[in-house]
Antibody, heavy 118, light 107 residues
Framework: EVQLVESGGGLVQPGGSLRLSCAAS????????MNWVRQAPGKGLEWVSA????????YYADSVKGRFTISRDNSKNTLYLQLNSLRAEDTAVYYC???????????WGQGTLVTVSS | DIQMTQSPSTLSASVGDRVTITCRAS??????LAWYQQKPGKAPKLLMY???TLESGVPSRFSGSGSGTEFTLTISSLQPDDFATYYC?????????FGGGTKVEIK
């Protein structure tokens, strides 16, 4: 059974940093493109970033480019998202999601809440 | 980026109703379109991919159609478990983008 478990969310001040983790079981992350998708409170879904199975290709939404970095630790089978220079508009639940059929998402984690506020 | 526009944003319907949600892409995406269902406090659930392919385990009352820029999700007979918010998503190219969502409410 595929399980994705996010952690690392919390309250951070504007301009601060946070690292989110997504521990995977039931799959090997190097086999799939993995993604981060976020949802601001009461709002819709926004794709944030993706990393290819081989790790050689990364993709970012314009809203986070230059501030967020996606990465993976193959030995831990864990996906990461480093969030720097955080803004109030980055406040959201962050989900990791497994790629399916060329970039839609069939498995999602439960999400981790990031709140950016002073 | 490809913009995805869903309509309506809210839909009030009764159990047993036929419901149709529309999604429009700002440029052609062939059939690289997925539909998701999300309930409050939960992660989205994949319903449909390649515009009209039903994900395993999803009831057959859900169907999808369209290609190019116009797509629809239809629920043939709305059930109590179907009251939720639905999102379309294009995966023709990065940046991947979602529609704004359609909330299906009880009438």
């Amino acid at each position: 059974e595929v399980q994705l478990v996010e952690s690392g969310g919390g309250l951070v001040q504007p301009g601060g940093s946070l690292r989110l983790s997504c521990a995977a079981s039931g799959i090997t992350l190097t086999t799939y493109t993995m993604n981060w998708v976020r949802q601001a409170p009461g709002k819709g879904l926004e794709w944030v970033s993706a990393i290819s199975g081989g790790g050689g290709n990364t993709y970012y939404a314009d809203s986070v480019k230059g501030r967020f970095t996606i990465s993976r630790d193959n030995s831990k089978n864990t996906l990461y998202l480093q969030l720097n220079s955080l803004r109030a508009e980055d406040t959201a639940v962050y989900y990791c999601a497994k790629d399916y059929s060329n970039a839609c998402f069939d498995y999602w984690g439960q999400g981790t809440l990031v709140t950016v506020s002073s | 980026d490809i913009q995805m526009t869903q309509s309506p944003s809210t839909l009030s319907a009764s159990v047993g109703d036929r419901v149709t949600i529309t999604c429009r892409a700002s440029q052609t995406i062939s059939t690289w379109l997925a539909w998701y269902q999300q309930k409050p406090g939960k992660a989205p659930k994949l319903l449909m991919y390649k515009a009209s392919t039903l994900e395993s385990g999803v009831p057959s009352r859900f169907s999808g159609s369209g290609s190019g820029t116009e797509f629809t999700l239809t629920i043939s007979s709305l059930q109590p478990d179907d009251f939720a918010t639905y999102y379309c998503q294009q995966y023709k190219s990065y940046a991947l983008t979602f529609g704004g969502g359609t909330k299906v409410e009880i009438k």
